[in-house]
């Protein structure tokens, strides 16, 4: 019954190798998202999704590529990955793209480049 | 660019103390939101303040919301162990995201 999921939890993966994450949520909410969490604990949003269309997509190299095939799932796959690709990326979602609402987060997926 | 800027960074401190974490902006936010974080895990949302001068409370824990909208604060009383983990406050800027402060991470020990 987890509310927001995301697979894998950990990654280690070679410079230059591509890799996905899912994540999945079961709470009905129509938008979702991508944060980037650093080696300083800090968090920053990456794109966000609702209703399956792209409604913010920050400065992000277009080597990260999000894809949303629902409601329910939002991906995100990276090309050619770079050292600095290295943190832990959270998903989350809340019940719609207006202010003030609470999100959602998944427990993170920690992805290390060597 | 609105920001948010937190602190301390760094918090230790012993059981039955009490601490308070600021989280303060140039900006206005029409609220903020106070999230809690233990390793491995993702987070979670504690309180939202949205009127100017409000005071909530959360058992051990007194969230303020500045006069002028600008700041927040987090007063944890009689802390404990199970206190522990990291501490965002967040808001939405103009454009609609959700921004976070650098976090503060509170370490309480028994």
């Known amino acids: 019954d987890t509310a927001v999921s995301q697979t894998p939890k950990y990654l280690v993966t070679q410079m230059g190798n591509d890799k996905s994450i899912k994540c999945e949520q079961n709470?009905?909410?129509?938008?979702m998202y991508w944060y980037k969490q650093d080696s300083k604990k800090f968090l920053k949003i990456m794109f966000s999704?609702?209703?399956?269309?792209?409604?913010i997509n920050e400065t992000v190299p277009n080597r990260f590529s999000p894809k949303s095939p629902d409601k329910a799932h939002l991906n995100l796959h990276i090309n050619s990955l770079e050292l600095g690709d290295s943190a832990v990326y959270f998903c989350?979602?809340?019940?719609?793209?207006?202010?003030?609402?609470?999100?959602?987060f998944g427990p993170g997926t920690r992805l290390t480049v060597t | 660019t609105q920001l948010l800027e937190q602190s301390p960074q760094f918090l230790s401190i012993q059981e039955g103390e009490n601490l308070t974490v600021y989280c303060n902006s140039s900006?206005?936010?029409?609220?903020l939101q106070w999230y809690r974080q233990e390793p491995g895990e993702g987070p979670v949302l504690l309180v939202t303040?949205?009127?100017?001068?409000e005071v909530k409370k959360l058992k051990r824990l007194t969230f303020q919301f500045g006069d002028a909208r600008k700041d927040s604060s987090l007063h944890i009383t009689a802390a404990q162990p199970g206190d522990t983990g990291l501490y965002l406050c967040?808001?939405?800027?103009?454009?609609?995201?959700?921004?976070f402060g650098q976090g503060t991470e509170l370490s309480v020990k028994p």
């Open positions: 989350a979602s809340s019940r719609s793209a207006s202010r003030g609402r609470e999100q959602y």
């Open positions: 709470l009905g909410h129509d938008t």
């Open positions: 999704y609702n209703n399956k269309e792209l409604i």
């Open positions: 900006s206005v936010f029409s609220s």
């Open positions: 303040v949205v009127t100017g001068g």
């Open positions: 967040a808001g939405y800027n103009q454009g609609g995201k959700l921004i």
